[in-house]
C-alpha cells in the first residue's frame, strides 16, 4: 500500500527534517529511533485525502477538518493559514505540500487517466501553480507505475521526461552524488519530487531508500512522503523492517484507522 509506504517515510525522514547533523553517517546511523521521529502534516493530509475519497467526502473540507485537529503538525505558513481561515481557496503554490499528500490516488484509481486527473484534483485546491500541479501529477503516476508492473528504468524515463535535465537543477539524471554537495534544502515540487524519485531509483530496498534520503539536506519527511509510496509498491513491503509497527506505534488511533481502512 503506497501509503503506508507514503506515512513511514514520513516518520522516519521527519528524525533529519530539520536536526540532520552536518556529517551524518547516512549508511549506518540507526534508521529508527531517534527523538524527532513522528507522523508530520505529510502524514496527516495524506490520510486526510484517503478519508475524502474512500468514503466520497468533500476533499477541502475532510482536509480542513482532519487538518484542525493536528495545529502543530508542521505545515507550512500559508496552508497553515488556509486550514485554519474561512475561505479556502486556490494561491497558486508551487510547494511540495501536493507531492506529499497524493499517495492514495496512486493506489487507488486503476484507470490511468482518472489516476492523473484526481491528482491534479487533489492539487489544484491549494497547489494550483503548474508546477504545483506536476508535483502530484508525477508522484501519482510513479505509484501507480510501481503498482503495474513497471521497471524502474521506466519510472525513470516518466520522470525524467517530466522534469528534464536542462530545465531543472534537480533532474531525476544527475545522481545523488552529482546533487549531493550543491543540494540546497527547499520545499519546492520541482526541487523535491525529481531528486525524491532519484532516491529510489538508487535503492534497492525501502531501508536503503530511505538512507538516500539522509544522505541529502533536505525536506527529508516530504522526501520520505513522496517517494515512499513508490517504493513500498516497487518492493512489495518494507523488507526486514518493522513497518507496520511503527505505523501503528507512531500514528495516533484516529490517523491509525484511516491508514489502515
Ligand atoms: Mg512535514
Same mark, same amino acid.
Given at each position: 500500500?503506497?501509503?503506508?509506504?507514503?506515512?513511514?517515510?514520513?516518520?522516519?525522514?521527519?528524525?533529519?527534517?530539520?536536526?540532520?547533523?552536518?556529517?551524518?553517517?547516512?549508511?549506518?546511523?540507526?534508521?529508527?529511533?531517534?527523538?524527532?521521529?513522528?507522523?508530520?502534516?505529510?502524514?496527516?493530509?495524506?490520510?486526510?485525502?484517503?478519508?475524502?475519497?474512500?468514503?466520497?467526502?468533500?476533499?477541502?473540507?475532510?482536509?480542513?477538518?482532519?487538518?484542525?485537529?493536528?495545529?502543530?503538525?508542521?505545515?507550512?505558513?500559508?496552508?497553515?493559514?488556509?486550514?485554519?481561515?474561512?475561505?479556502?481557496?486556490?494561491?497558486?503554490?508551487?510547494?511540495?505540500?501536493? *507531492? /506529499? %499528500?497524493?499517495?492514495?490516488?496512486?493506489?487507488? =484509481? $486503476?484507470?490511468?487517466?482518472?489516476?492523473?486527473?484526481?491528482? @491534479?484534483?487533489?492539487?489544484?485546491?491549494?497547489?494550483?501553480?503548474?508546477?504545483?500541479?506536476?508535483?502530484?501529477?508525477?508522484?501519482?503516476?510513479?505509484?501507480?507505475?510501481?503498482?503495474?508492473?513497471?521497471?524502474?528504468?521506466?519510472?525513470?524515463?516518466?520522470?525524467?521526461?517530466?522534469?528534464?535535465?536542462?530545465?531543472?537543477?534537480?533532474?531525476?539524471?544527475?545522481?545523488?552524488?552529482?546533487?549531493?554537495?550543491?543540494?540546497?534544502?527547499?520545499?519546492?515540487?520541482?526541487?523535491?519530487?525529481?531528486? *525524491? /524519485? %532519484?532516491?529510489?531509483?538508487?535503492?534497492?530496498? =525501502? $531501508?536503503?531508500?530511505?538512507?538516500?534520503?539522509?544522505?541529502? @539536506?533536505?525536506?527529508?519527511?516530504?522526501?520520505?512522503?513522496?517517494?515512499?509510496?513508490?517504493?513500498?509498491?516497487?518492493?512489495?513491503?518494507?523488507?526486514?523492517?518493522?513497518?507496520?509497527?511503527?505505523?501503528?506505534?507512531?500514528?495516533?488511533?484516529?490517523?491509525?484507522?484511516?491508514?489502515?481502512?
Amino acid at each position: 500500500m503506497a501509503v503506508k509506504g507514503a506515512v513511514l517515510g514520513d516518520i522516519i525522514g521527519a528524525q533529519f527534517e530539520f536536526n540532520r547533523p552536518k556529517n551524518l553517517d547516512w549508511k549506518n546511523v540507526p534508521l529508527i529511533g531517534n527523538a524527532f521521529m513522528e507522523f508530520t502534516d505529510d502524514s496527516v493530509m495524506t490520510l486526510a485525502i484517503k478519508k475524502a475519497l474512500l468514503e466520497g467526502k468533500d476533499l477541502v473540507g475532510t482536509m480542513v477538518t482532519v487538518g484542525r485537529k493536528y495545529p502543530f503538525a508542521g505545515y507550512g505558513g500559508k496552508f497553515y493559514k488556509w486550514i485554519n481561515g474561512d475561505v479556502h481557496e486556490p494561491y497558486n503554490s508551487w510547494g511540495n505540500g501536493s *507531492a /506529499m %499528500r497524493v499517495s492514495f490516488v496512486g493506489e487507488y =484509481y $486503476e484507470d490511468y487517466e482518472e489516476m492523473q486527473k484526481m491528482a @491534479e484534483f487533489t492539487a489544484s485546491v491549494s497547489h494550483n501553480h503548474p508546477e504545483g500541479i506536476k508535483g502530484a501529477v508525477v508522484t501519482a503516476t510513479c505509484i501507480w507505475m510501481a503498482r503495474h508492473g513497471k521497471s524502474k528504468q521506466e519510472i525513470y524515463d516518466y520522470v525524467l521526461k517530466e522534469y528534464p535535465k536542462d530545465d531543472y537543477e534537480y533532474s531525476i539524471a544527475y545522481s545523488l552524488d552529482e546533487i549531493r554537495p550543491r543540494y540546497k534544502w527547499n520545499e519546492s515540487c520541482q526541487g523535491s519530487v525529481p531528486a *525524491a /524519485m %532519484r532516491c529510489f531509483y538508487e535503492s534497492s530496498d =525501502y $531501508e536503503s531508500f530511505m538512507r538516500n534520503i539522509f544522505s541529502l @539536506e533536505c525536506d527529508s519527511d516530504t522526501f520520505g512522503a513522496i517517494a515512499g509510496g513508490v517504493a513500498e509498491e516497487f518492493y512489495g513491503g518494507f523488507g526486514g523492517l518493522n513497518g507496520d509497527g511503527i505505523l501503528e506505534k507512531f500514528l495516533t488511533p484516529d490517523l491509525y484507522e484511516i491508514l489502515i481502512a
